[in-house]
């Protein structure tokens, strides 16, 4: 474990500190009405429109810096969700390298207690009682550390840690308690819960401390260091990796003894896994595809539902995923302390079919893969399932390759550029309407800590030498490269990306056609739920279109989104306006109104739920999803290297983990749940009438749950039941 990480632990343990104490202060001007004045900054990740966090706002602690403009500070509980993720991701990592050194019967009670703290944290719902999972895992820790033999023999060489979280508590427990005689509104037990949340937070990183100061120790003695990565060769050691974090099941079902089943969980992860936007129809004529007759009808019959090429194109049952896309991105290299190694990146296409109607399963069945051989070539090798055109370790590595892309294509595209970077502009001109317009009222739950955590992203996260150019198989410049395009293509096209209408670009909306696809089919159920939403609150405040048209706060949004000088959307406004022709930008009527916030809403929550939530479940296991191979591509579908031999290091593969399980463990706040902890409405901020029909869309929502638990039941076509679009699992904002 390397210096940087140890200081990583007392920098991200001292923040917290900071952004409680800053927490109360931000209370505190919001009730005395104190805002501050948000603007765009153009250079953060030029040349998208995000909110600017001047210096005299931000809060540098090394590689980090955090943003403190008024209402940009995430609630408290938030900040406890975010610091129990980083301790049980720093904690595993602990374990796993100590679980070759202590024995079983040691080691296993301690881990089955740190799994308890887990479920208590999954199922905290308010400070007080994610305390108590905090407790247990400070508890956990501190008799891990008394093991004999670990931190026994070790003794620090200072103490300077332990003094500095002293200091900070005092500082702080005066602050909050000021505050609170100041506004009245924290009640005393709040604080104490508060304070204690702080004191376990500096149990846990004392002892963490410790133990990197050991293994550095340790190691510049030459004794070889805590945990040091063994060479991985089979699926196995990237299992054992998981030692207090969950393994995710896909780990079984992506790799079983049934190659048939593997391959239709392969298909399945198109329509329900963690990246299910690149899926759409196939037009045929593809010479990338050089599939023939003979080899489809082969294939579907290996899956059950004899078939044959021309009839499964004309009606419309053949789908592709082409990655091509990811063309532009350039190879990075993987640097640690002891090697420099080349990551490659690709970007293939892959075929899938649905078997003709009435047929026992209609689930998609992977047909082919291809890649270009060298980014100059004309050859496209063919990968397909069956054993006598593709070797099964030929096939394994294509399919491999396939989801390294969607990895790649999740966390650029639809992850940072689709969802957080697309909502980002919404900030500054939603904070800057007056307090009570409806828009605002609406909207700024949607928006709580999204410039925190999009701040986060640009300084902390998609930048060089940081973990996402760490990770990813291409260089930093082409990852934000990337990024800023992906968010662009929907912000310069702003009319045409509702979910409905991106759908039915993409050909993926007949429910004939394509009968299993649970993203498509839970999220039309939420986004209907938006809309009727919107729609309702918007007839209560605006009577007709002339309302909106002359409301001129409301204009004003949109021309500053509008604008080349500021938000920098195209084709926005009832008339699609572009730059320089202001008067067609304008909102004319309340039906488009309805369309754009729902819009707005509906990938703030539903579409970044469903594409965030799965890092935890899916994508924290790197045999499914690598985010590199670290070997070139096989340039023949008779090669026999296993695809292990290509994934990621398992050094790697603990970095994923780290960041993935971290950013898909922290749910904070529910859809249609609208709750200000730390904004300026102290209470809900709707009327008697608008919240008449805010409980019509929480029913919705609760029916939309039974409907979806339903589809999710064994034997309904789902191979995996899909969770990401049940309403309790979708904050309202992107916050993480
Ligand atoms: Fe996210």
Redesign the pocket.
């Known amino acids: 474990m390397s210096k940087d990480k140890s200081t990583f632990l007392e920098k991200s343990s001292e923040l917290i500190i900071l952004l409680v104490s800053l927490y109360g202060s931000d209370h505190l001007l919001n009730s005395l009405g104190l805002r501050d004045k948000y603007k765009y900054n153009h250079d953060y990740l030029n040349p998208l429109a995000i909110t600017d966090v001047p210096d005299l706002k931000k809060i540098t602690l090394g590689p980090i810096s955090i943003p403190t403009l008024t209402d940009s500070i995430p609630s408290f509980l938030w900040i406890a969700k975010v610091a129990f993720g980083v301790f049980y991701t720093k904690i595993n990592e602990l374990v796993y390298s100590l679980s070759t050194k202590l024995p079983k019967n040691i080691l296993d009670p301690i881990i089955a207690e740190f799994k308890e703290a887990n479920s208590e944290f999954a199922k905290a719902k308010d400070e007080e009682s994610l305390n108590k999972a905090l407790e247990k895992l400070a508890s956990t820790l501190e008799k891990l550390s008394q093991v004999p033999g670990l931190l026994d023999t070790f003794s620090p060489t200072d103490n300077s840690l332990e003094s500095l979280f002293k200091a900070r508590f005092q500082e702080i427990e005066s602050k909050i308690s000021l505050d609170s005689a100041k506004d009245g509104e924290l009640a005393k037990s709040h604080i104490d819960v508060n304070i204690n949340i702080l004191k376990n937070v500096g149990r846990i990183v004392t002892i963490l401390a410790k133990f990197q100061a050991k293994a550095e120790q340790a190691k510049s003695a030459n004794q070889g260091s805590i945990g040091s990565p063994v060479t991985p060769r089979t699926l196995e050691d990237y299992n054992k990796v998981f030692q207090i974090v969950p393994k995710p099941d896909i780990s079984n079902q992506l790799f079983q003894s049934d190659p048939i089943k593997e391959d239709l969980i392969f298909a399945y992860l198109q329509v329900g896994g963690a990246n299910p936007v690149v899926i759409e129809r196939f037009k045929g004529n593809d010479n990338r595809l050089p599939i023939n007759q003979e080899q489809y009808s082969a294939i579907s019959i290996l899956f059950g539902s004899p078939d044959s090429f021309n009839q499964a194109l004309s009606e419309g049952r053949l789908y592709v995923s082409d990655y091509t896309l990811l063309n532009g991105l350039v190879n990075g290299n993987y640097v640690d302390e002891d090697t420099n190694t080349q990551k490659y990146t690709f970007a293939p296409v892959a075929l899938f079919a649905v078997p003709p109607k009435n047929s026992k399963s209609r689930s998609l069945f992977p047909v082919a893969i291809s890649f270009p051989q060298t980014t100059i070539s004309q050859k496209w090798e063919l990968f397909t399932p069956l054993a006598k055109h593709t070797t099964r370790e030929a096939w394994l590595t294509a399919r491999s390759i396939v989801l390294a892309a969607d990895a790649t294509y999740q966390a650029l595209i639809s992850?940072?550029g689709r969802?957080?970077l697309v909502v980002e502009p919404f900030v500054v001109p939603t904070y800057n309407l007056p307090v009570n317009h409806p828009v605002r009222r609406l909207l700024l739950p949607h928006l709580e800590g999204t410039l925190f955590?999009n701040h986060g992203?640009h300084t902390l996260l998609v930048a060089p030498k940081q973990t996402v150019d760490s990770l990813l198989g291409s260089s930093i410049g082409a990852d934000q490269a990337f990024a800023a395009k992906a968010a662009q293509s929907y912000l310069f096209n702003f009319n045409q990306i509702s979910f409905p209408e991106i759908l039915a670009n993409r050909g993926v909306k007949d429910t004939t056609d394509l009968p299993v696809y649970p993203y498509r089919d839970d999220g039309l159920l939420i986004w209907n739920a938006i809309e009727k939403w919107v729609q309702n609150y918007l007839e209560i405040n605006y009577k007709d279109d002339s309302h909106v048209l002359n409301d001129a706060d409301l204009q004003g949004w949109a021309s500053t989104l509008a604008s080349f000088e500021q938000g920098r959307l195209q084709n926005f406004g009832d008339k699609n306006g572009n730059f320089g022709d202001p008067s067609d930008q304008r909102i004319q009527t309340r039906s488009y109104l309805v369309k754009v916030l729902s819009t707005v809403i509906f990938i703030a929550s539903a579409h970044?739920a469903a594409?965030?939530y799965p890092?935890g479940e899916l994508m924290s296991y790197t045999p499914a999803y690598p985010f590199a191979r670290y070997l070139p591509s096989p340039t023949t579908n008779k090669d026999t290297r296993s695809f292990v031999d290509g994934l990621p290091p398992l050094s790697q593969a603990i970095n994923q983990i780290n960041l993935l399980y971290l950013?898909g463990s922290v749910y904070h706040t529910k859809l249609g749940y609208y709750y200000y902890p730390n904004s300026s409405y102290p209470d809900s901020p709707f009327t008697q009438s608008e919240q008449g029909v805010l409980e019509k869309f929480q029913n919705e929502l609760h029916n939309i749950t039974k409907t979806i638990t339903e589809r999710n039941a064994p034997g309904n076509g789902r191979l995996i039941s899909y969770k990401f679009l049940l309403p309790d699992n979708i904050p309202q904002s992107?916050?993480?």
Do not use: D, G, P, T
Request: glycine fraction near 0%.
């Open positions: 992850h940072l969802s957080h955590i992203a970044h594409v965030n890092q950013l992107i916050n993480i």
